[in-house]
């Protein structure tokens, strides 16, 4: 699926114009180089490509705050969420990115808590993962994949 299929270009064409949110954007404000309007100008002039395999991609922070000052509540988050997707459908994430799935597929957790700071802080223990459920939709839905892809192949 290209990204005229997930974007809404003439939002982003308004948004390229704006730029209200460019200024209180903490990854513009603190990441030397980063400017995600560089970006959504190449994905509106179909140059894209390029942006796949370069880390300001992966630098927005999906704070939101680009969202929550938008006069047509459509940031550049959505435009960065759907060049990532774009690069992970290529295999073109980074490795850290592969290595928190795979850490999310075996314990249901992008990380573990650090339970004697939370002790320390009498935070309670976190709420159970959910780890079991998820292991098992998740081998329901590889299982389905493969039967698709074995369906095609017939």
């Known amino acids: 699926m290209g990204l005229d299929k997930t974007l809404n270009f003439d939002l982003l064409q308004k ?37 796949l395999e370069h880390k300001s991609i992966w630098q927005c922070l999906e704070c939101h705050h680009c969202l929550e000052i938008c006069y047509q509540h459509y940031g550049f988050e959505n435009a960065m969420t759907a060049m990532r997707m774009l690069a992970t459908k290529k295999g073109l994430n980074p490795p850290q990115v592969k290595r928190g799935w795979e850490m999310f597929a ?49």
Not at 19 to 36: F, K, N, Q, R
Not at 113 to 132: D, F, H, T, V
């Open 15 to 51: 948004c390229l114009g704006c730029g209200a949110c460019y200024d209180l954007c903490p990854s513009s404000l603190h990441i030397e180089g980063y400017d995600p309007r560089a970006v959504i100008g190449d994905i509106l002039q179909g140059e894209h490509e390029k942006w």
């Open 106 to 154: 075996k314990t249901g957790r992008l990380g573990e808590p650090a339970m004697p700071a939370r002790k320390k802080l009498n935070l309670p223990e976190p709420a159970a993962s959910g780890k079991e459920e998820f292991v098992k939709l998740y081998e329901i839905y590889k299982k389905s994949k493969e039967a698709a892809s074995e369906d095609k192949g017939a």
